[in-house]
């Protein structure tokens, strides 16, 4: 997830920042195959100015072109638990995860994740800079966030959304709240406790 928040960060600098959408998913359901995906979609004018510029929004993923002429960056991993842990506390994983992202096991067997959403969001453009680009984009906000979804057996505590018959834990970041030079609405951090599937 590391390198997609950065493919987030540089949607965010263009001038059509408006035209994009965030979905971050966590699934540990089966400890197995842990789940960690993480995707992107473009509006058709962010995407083709990203091209024109010659960059690449997906680097370290797996980008398509779709059909509208929208553009979906995906990442998907896939690990067991076990080497999850173990990754997760080498700075230098390959996974595309580590900064702003804290997995935990606990003593009762619970895993704790944590998104550092101001870790996640440092490299979006500094306060006065988003004020001006909410200005003139405010309109095209409107509908578009950055979703973070993590799944479990059972959710014990978080301080998002509990969905789905109290399996999943959601927090939808609007791109007005996220724009904000100071969003106040917004914590420090999405914090979930989940008792992981077997």
């Not at 600098?13 to 965030?22: E, Q, V, Y």
């Not at 979905?23 to 995906?37: C, H, M, P």
């Not at 900064?99 to 979006?124: K, P, Q, R």
């Amino acid at each position: 997830m590391r390198h997609f928040v950065k493919g987030l960060a540089f949607a965010a600098i263009l001038p059509l920042a408006a035209c994009f959408d965030a979905d971050i998913r966590a699934d540990f359901t089966n400890t197995d195959e842990v789940k960690l995906d993480a995707v992107m979609t473009m509006g058709a004018e962010i995407y083709q100015m990203a091209s024109s510029m010659g960059e690449d929004p997906c680097e370290e993923g797996i980008g398509t072109e779709n059909a509208d002429g929208t553009y979906t960056c995906s990442m998907l991993e896939r690990r067991s638990l076990e080497d999850l842990l173990m990754a997760i506390d080498d700075p230098d994983n390959d996974i595309g995860i580590g900064d702003g992202v804290t997995i935990e096991e606990l003593d009762n067997g619970n895993i704790s994740i944590s998104f550092d959403l101001s870790e996640m969001t440092s490299d979006l453009p500094p306060p006065e800079e988003r004020e001006q680009m909410a200005a003139m984009f405010g309109d095209s906000l409107e509908g578009h966030a950055m979703s973070l979804t993590v799944i479990g057996k059972e959710i014990v505590s978080t301080n998002g959304t509990i969905i789905r018959d109290g399996t999943a834990a959601e927090l939808v970041i609007p791109l007005t709240i996220m724009f904000m030079p100071e969003p106040e609405s917004l914590p420090s951090s999405f914090d979930v406790e989940l008792v992981p599937g077997s």
